[in-house]
């Protein structure tokens, strides 16, 4: 099966198998009539960060009775909002959500841009979710990439890579597939099939649209992919750090006294996992709500694992919590955070 036609299968299989959610228009529909809501696509994508459809799908309807506009929800009472959202984790993305509607409504006359690059400038859109909201809502080309199109990626291709490693790959993979036409559509059907089909332990291949051009399914073992490093070699965990400068100063926190670099000062950022950390993750262990530059990765090698560690950079005022380190004592900290704030100040101008 050529490009087109796994294109085509998808979006056929798509066509008839859609979920229904509240948030969404009906296949095709986004072509043909007015597209999705960005408050809407938005709105739903950061309640799905963390929990299922299910869970969401009620808050979501709250929401929008409450606030039906984002302008409304711009205009909220914080503790209003707070409360609203008790019972779908992380407060940060609260207070993350409140803070991109009212960056909507003073920067944007509360309509939400257009591009994905535009989208990523607004308070804790990572790059997941301005993709999605891109694609969605305004039918950009934009290659919408979550931990299920990942796998799906990984089986198609037989990626051997392993995770999280492999990422790269399975993006620019996926990038190679993005339909033009209908990337909305696109989008949602590729997270239809992860979600539902191309299950994580028993992929569901005899009703798969992609089963004739599927290398893993070929193998016979698609369940293998994507591919995990192996226990027998040291381990590759990933996570996030984040160095926010202010006045010839950065952040830092006091790490717990047990465990590994117990005790002593570090970056604040995500755990280090062998999936690594996910877009709701990164968002919440973010110091502050600022527009976060990716500048590259570093890597360390501890005895029992190999660390890839992602550096994002800003400069501004940390939230409360935080000690501040001088620019001129960063030898202070352990060589895994040294390696990461010299990146960060080398891109971004400082030591
Ligand atoms: Fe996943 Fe099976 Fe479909 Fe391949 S054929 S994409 S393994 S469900």
Known sequence: MDIEGLQRSILDWYGANARSLPWRRPPGEGRKGPAPDAYHVWLSE???QQTTVVHAAPYYERFLRRWPTVTALADADDGEVMAA??????YAR???LLACARAVRDRFDGRFPETEAALRELPGLGPYTAAAVAAIAFNRPSNVVD???ERVMARL??????????RPELRELAAGLVFAAAPGDWAQALMDLG????R?????CPRCPAETACAARLSGAPEGWPRKTPRNLRPDRAGVVFVLRVKGRIAVVRR?????????LGLPGTAWTAEGPGEAEILAAAPANLAWRDVGAVEHVFTHFRLTLRVLAAEGDPEAGFEMLEETSLGDLPSVFLKAARRALGMIGGA
Do not use: I
Not at 85 to 90: K, S
Not at 200 to 204: G, I, K, L
């Open 147 to 149: 931990g299920n199109v």
């Open 200 to 204: 994580p332990r028993s992929p569901q």
């Open 157 to 166: 291709f037989a990626v051997e890579t392993p995770l999280p490693a492999a």
């Open 256 to 264: 717990p006294p047990r465990g590994l670099l117990g005790g002593m």
């Open 85 to 90: 959202w008790a019972g779908l984790g992380y």
């Open 195 to 198: 979600a539902t089909v191309c």
């Open 46 to 48: 950061v309640m799905l």
């Open 94 to 96: 609260a207070r993350n």
